[in-house]
Nanobody, 125 residues
Framework: QVMLAESGGGLVQAGGSLRLSCEVS????????MGWFRQTPGKEREFVAA??????????DYKESVKGRFTISRDDTKNTVYLQMNLLKPDDAAVYYC????????????????WGLGTQVTVSP
């Protein structure tokens, strides 16, 4: 059973930075394509960033509005995926979810097989 645990959320002022972590247990991270999504009340969950599994070169993809500000990375030795978020804006405030997808192909926006419970990011103006 694959389990994902996000951490690193919190309150930050606009223009500030946060780094989210997603620790994977129950499986070897290197076999999974990983993604970050976010959701605000009343809205559908939306794609933020994704990184392919290691054998596909750890290729990355981003939502257009976060390009140049957010960076997704993975450390397979720690079974952890990160989302570095810089120059945060109030519109970035949401619950951020980590997701994992098995398989040898890569579809950044899904579908994903496993999800974490989320971590709250709040950005004050």
């Amino acid at each position: 059973q694959v389990m994902l645990a996000e951490s690193g959320g919190g309150l930050v002022q606009a223009g500030g930075s946060l780094r989210l972590s997603c620790e994977v247990s129950g499986e070897t991270l290197s076999r999974y394509n990983m993604g970050w999504f976010r959701q605000t009340p009343g809205k559908e969950r939306e794609f933020v960033a994704a990184i392919s599994w290691t054998w596909l070169g750890s290729t990355t993809d981003y939502k257009e509005s976060v390009k140049g500000r957010f960076t997704i990375s993975r450390d397979d030795t720690k079974n952890t995926v990160y989302l570095q978020m810089n120059l945060l804006k109030p519109d970035d405030a949401a619950v951020y979810y980590c997701a994992a997808a098995s398989g040898t192909s890569w579809s950044p926006r899904g579908p994903y097989d496993y999800w974490g419970l989320g971590t709250q990011v709040t950005v004050s103006p």
